[in-house]
């Protein structure tokens, strides 16, 4: 069958994806418009569905498309849209041109594993956790590793290249700061990397097939899709050239059958098979107990596997459910510091904590175009199942005035779209005054740095002792944008903070004038000295 | 005669008279309400109202002989004007842009081959430099809009005679430049009653944290001894009179259409606090400045020039 063009088509599409995908996520210049965003992401299976369940709308119908597609040809999503997808292929790629270790080879489908994982991460879902999705999601995964290393990288090769421009007196570039505040995150994405490098250089796309719930998903509906990669029984030679070019190694030679529920359509073997005997088949739909001998076999087996991987489903369910239900009480174990929020503080258009932290699969988006870098991930601070959620980290930096740009691009929904006029009068927390550790009343010198930068003038300085002033919270019009808690120089704690509320609240607009008797500022006809 | 009158007389007869007497001589004479006579660049300070930014500073400047006296042929410049935030110039909390754009001009056509503009923001910079309209001002002058995000491109320094602030971190383009010209816009400040010439500082150094840790109002005076600006350019057009020094609505800005000159930063700021309306003495860094010598807050004492658009 002529089809090997199909791989380079694949090639072609998956890299478009993936440089434009890597490029959003590194992107602080903030080249890429939010419509070239919002494309790019929307064939995104989990966060689409996520978005999807919400809203049905068409606006987050993505991943319809990518189960229709499943439908006709199999896994294409895997090999084309995944960035994780082709982030491992081109490891393979890159070990395969410095090592010359023997290929990939057959080897029998985990079934148990991944269908528990895959019936664990809907029935967690189903609980309104997003634990284990948020875990596995290989968009999600990607994303951590974009943000979280790649960021850094790029960032630094940019400084780099501006510090040498410098030289050379041109200011054309500017650096950015590659500061890591979030180590738990940075790690986890380190050790990720390095396992998926390990997996694929000795057994291809293993993560994808075993471990992957959206893997899963798409092979069931491989299984029943119109069109399959067969082998034709009489091409055959039996020399195996396919199997080792088969990164989902799901080609068994001795059977002559591929075994399409892992394939992940990469099409490499099409091009392999010197008898161009492996490609496309239609087929028949078969209705499971109504196909020919041949297919019942196949499900008989397939029910052995099920089997066992029933019994390992519900041990899993199990120790699923308890981690749920150890992850939502995470919040309440803890006790309360002073100068420290009880909860995280969430970002501006996430409405509350509950839906945040239930939809938000922690793919780092919005750390990465936030201009300011305010967002930070987290670790276990939204509990077990909110590994990685990005908060506000005002010890990092502050909510600019002006900005919603992490509202636009959050593709799950977790942070929901809010116009800057909204924002301006959002309250996502609250600043609270520690009086007994601000400059002010522990020097007795003058500051002021908290008031300074607020942007509705929520925290005033009053009079205090002799001229000194003293900050003055007025929660009304606080919007709890953190830029008094950023400012305040005191250390180690901070003598104001903003407490994160569980609901975003509304917050009165500013004062559009103020009298001030003491201080007149006029317009005089000569001048005064 | 008014003093203005005086003024427009003594400029026809006095080059002659001027060059007859000594600077400091001449100073002692006059101390006082009456401005000399002499030659353009006699003047300790040079205030103009009632004007727009471009014209009330090509008329200032001319008063001290034009940007030559301060800019040579073939120097570097650092134009260094309040970018602190992400707002409009109608805000009044970052500098008149227009200004920002006419010094440049003039400091080219003093012969400057590199003018260098920056600020270390307080919020996001890149933000603070496009809607505050100095970067596009900047580039439309020909000027160098500098990042001064990074730690990197700042150098520790020893404060001589700093009594709090005895190290900082300052712009290399600061250390490196020939001229230094400091273009604060007036404000209110809630951390400083207001903030001029000296407060513009800490726009020039790192850690700003350290300042506000360390008895603030100190540290202003401790590094205006420090480093002394080649000359300094109040922007009082649109002062934010309240709520400073971000603001909240134009609602807080008084337009004052003001503008003061002059090579002392005390000076400087002590007439600048009394267009804002309150007495030079009442600010503590002025006061402090004052005190340890940096300069003069006491406006009798200096020969001003005072020019009515």
């Known amino acids: 069958m002529q089809l090997a063009f199909l791989k380079k088509i694949r090639v072609v599409v998956s890299l478009v994806f993936f440089v434009f995908t890597v490029f959003i996520f590194i992107d602080f210049a903030a080249l890429t418009g939010l419509q070239m965003i919002k494309t790019l992401l929307y064939l995104q299976f989990v966060p689409s569905l996520l978005n999807f369940l919400k809203f049905l ?344 005035f002006e900005c919603v740009k992490c509202t636009e691009v959050c593709p799950t929904g977790a942070i929901l779209p809010i116009t800057k006029e909204q924002k301006s009068t959002l309250q996502i927390g609250v600043s609270k005054f520690i009086r007994n550790i601000c400059i002010v009343v522990a020097k007795h010198t003058a500051c002021g740095a908290c008031s300074e930068h607020c942007p509705t003038k929520a925290v005033e300085m009053v009079p205090y002792l002799g001229t000194l002033t003293i900050p003055k919270v007025d929660e009304k019009i606080c919007v709890g944008c953190g830029a008094c808690e950023y400012a305040c120089p005191t250390k180690p704690d901070k003598a104001i903070y903003v407490e994160a509320h569980s609901y975003h609240r509304q917050a009165m607009k500013p004062k559009k004038k103020v009298e001030d008797k003491k201080i007149i500022t006029k317009p005089t006809e000569e001048f005064p000295f | 005669m008014d003093r203005r009158e005086f003024f427009k007389k003594s400029l026809l007869t006095g080059v002659a008279a001027g060059a007859a007497m000594t600077l400091g001589d001449y100073e002692k004479l006059f101390a006082g309400n009456v401005p000399p006579p002499g030659k353009p660049g006699s003047f300790d300070l040079v205030a103009v109202k009632d004007g727009e930014p471009v014209a009330m500073f090509d008329k200032a400047i001319e008063s001290f002989g034009g940007m030559k006296a301060f800019v040579k042929k073939g120097q570097t410049i650092v134009v260094k004007p309040n970018i602190g935030w992400d707002t409009s110039p109608e805000r009044g909390a970052n500098t008149n842009p227009d200004l920002v754009k006419r010094i440049i001009e003039q400091c080219f056509g003093a012969g400057a081959k590199t003018v260098y503009v920056f600020d270390n ?120 009179s309240k709520r400073g020094p971000r603001g909240v609505s134009v609602e807080d800005v008084v337009m004052m259409k003001s503008l003061v000159l002059s090579r002392d930063i005390v000076a400087a700021d002590a007439a600048a606090a009394k267009i804002f309306g309150i007495e030079p003495d009442t600010v503590p860094y002025i006061k402090l400045a004052h005190e340890a010598g940096v300069g003069n807050m006491d406006l009798t004492k200096l020969s001003i020039n005072r020019i009515k658009m």
């Open chain 1, 57 to 400: 709308s068409v606006g987050a119908a993505g991943f319809i498309f990518i189960l229709v597609l499943t439908f006709f040809f199999g896994r294409v999503y895997c090999s084309t849209v995944c960035p994780l997808g082709t982030l491992q292929d081109i490891v393979a790629r890159i070990s395969k041109k410095i090592t010359n270790r023997k290929r990939f080879r057959f080897s029998k489908p985990l079934n148990g594993i991944r269908y528990s994982i895959l019936g664990l991460a809907v029935f967690v879902l189903l609980l309104h956790s997003i634990f284990l999705l948020s875990l596995l999601d290989p968009y999600s995964l990607a994303g951590k590793i974009f943000s979280d290393l790649f960021r850094p990288v790029w960032y630094l090769g940019n400084n780099i290249l501006s510090r040498i421009l410098q030289l050379f007196d041109s200011y054309a570039l500017y650096s950015v700061s590659i500061k890591i505040v979030s180590w738990p995150s940075f790690l986890f994405s380190m050790a990720f990397l390095g396992l998926i490098i390990f997996l694929v250089v000795r057994k291809g796309r293993w993560y994808c097939n075993v471990i992957c719930p959206v893997g899963t998903l798409l092979g069931l509906l491989s299984k029943i899709s119109f069109f399959r990669i067969r082998m034709d029984e009489d091409a055959c030679t039996s020399c195996g050239l396919c199997v080792k070019e088969c990164k989902a190694e799901c080609i068994d030679i001795k059977e002559k059958k591929v075994d399409f529920s892992r394939c992940v359509a990469c099409y490499n073997c099409f091009g392999a098979c010197p008898e161009k005997g492996i490609g496309y088949r239609l087929e028949k739909i078969r209705i499971p107990g109504f196909g020919s001998r041949k297919g019942r076999k196949e499900e008989e087996e397939n029910a052995k596997g099920n089997e066992f991987s029933r019994r390992k489903f519900f041990g899993t369910t199990l120790i699923g459910t308890t981690a749920v239900l150890a992850s939502k009480t995470a919040f309440a174990d803890k006790e309360k510091q002073q100068g420290v929020s009880e909860i995280p503080v969430i970002p501006p258009g996430a409405g509350n904590i509950w839906h945040y932290t239930t939809n938000c699969t922690a793919c780092h988006l919005c750390v990465s175009v936030c201009p300011t870098k305010v967002l930070q991930p987290t670790f276990i601070e939204f509990g077990l199942s909110g590994l990685f959620q990005p908060k506000m980290d005002y010890h990092a930096e502050y909510c600019n």
């Open chain 2, 121 to 240: 923001t307080c919020d996001n910079w890149s933000k603070c430099y496009e809607n505050s309209g100095i970067q596009k001002a900047v580039k439309d002058a020909g000027g160098k809009i500098v990042p001064a995000n990074t730690e990197g491109n700042y150098q520790e320094v020893d404060v001589k005679d700093g009594k709090r602030l005895k190290k900082t971190k300052v712009h290399e383009l600061i250390l490196s430049s020939d001229v230094f010209i400091n273009v604060p816009v007036l404000k209110s400040h809630s951390s400083s009653s207001i903030t001029a010439s000296m407060k513009n500082h800490m726009g020039i150094v790192w850690d700003r944290g350290y300042w506000h840790r360390n008895n603030l109002n100190q540290c202003i005076a401790d590094f205006a001894a420090y480093r002394k600006p080649d000359l300094n350019i109040v922007d009082a057009y649109r002062v934010l």
